[in-house]
């Protein structure tokens, strides 16, 4: 008898503490300036109640991945601009899992213009969020126009940025070139001595 409770309390604890998901339902952009068919939003949380926006994203590196933004984000999902009816909107998202944010912490979506799985160079991006875009409670819904403000084209964005290549991704393609045109001279010189 004793091993069948233990048994029914190791079956009953891990259930007592999943985590569930969280959605984000409707539309969070509506024909806001500068979205077109095909941006990528990326929606990330700030790990605080009021929101920043201190981007430094490095070239090459996911947009799916909460490090690419910082250690004060964690990305939360993704989904692509589309037409309709004339309009431009951005989807919400589902199944985000909850492990790792609290209820109150602000988001926002940063929208970019080029990047879709990594971050391009040059790339232009926009950060959108409002007062009331705040993380809801575990296992909830979020709808965009009813319990959160749905960003329309009047509102503008928070703020926007361009992702620029570091000095050492320079300084790589430099060393390459270089590296290149002093093996392309010795290629040639050989070439010349045969």
């Not at 991945?65 to 993704?78: C, I, K, M």
Request: aromatic share 12%; proline share 2%; charged share 10%.
């Amino acid at each position: 008898m004793k091993s069948l409770y233990s048994l029914f309390i190791s079956l009953l604890i891990p259930s007592s503490v999943c985590i569930a998901a969280i959605t984000f339902n409707g539309t969070s952009l509506f024909n806001t300036s500068g979205l077109t068919s095909g941006d990528v939003g990326v929606y990330v949380a700030y790990n605080s109640n009021d929101w920043s926006s201190t981007f430094e994203f490095t070239v090459g590196e996911s947009l799916f991945d909460s490090e690419s933004y910082g250690n004060a984000y964690t990305y939360l999902g993704t989904n692509t601009a589309e037409s309709f009816s004339s309009s431009i909107i951005l989807g919400g998202i589902t199944g985000v899992n909850y492990s790792g944010l609290a209820q109150g912490n602000a988001f926002a979506v940063v929208v970019f213009e080029n990047s879709t799985a990594h971050f391009l160079a040059n790339d232009t991006y926009s950060v959108w969020t409002a007062d009331d875009w705040d993380i809801p409670s575990d296992g909830s819904t979020l709808t965009f126009g009813t319990d959160s403000t749905q960003l329309i084209s009047a509102d503008s964005a928070f703020s926007t940025g361009n992702i620029v290549p570091e000095p050492s991704n320079y300084a790589s393609i430099i060393g390459f070139v270089a590296l290149s045109l002093a093996l392309l001279r010795r290629r040639g010189v050989m070439v010349k001595n045969l």
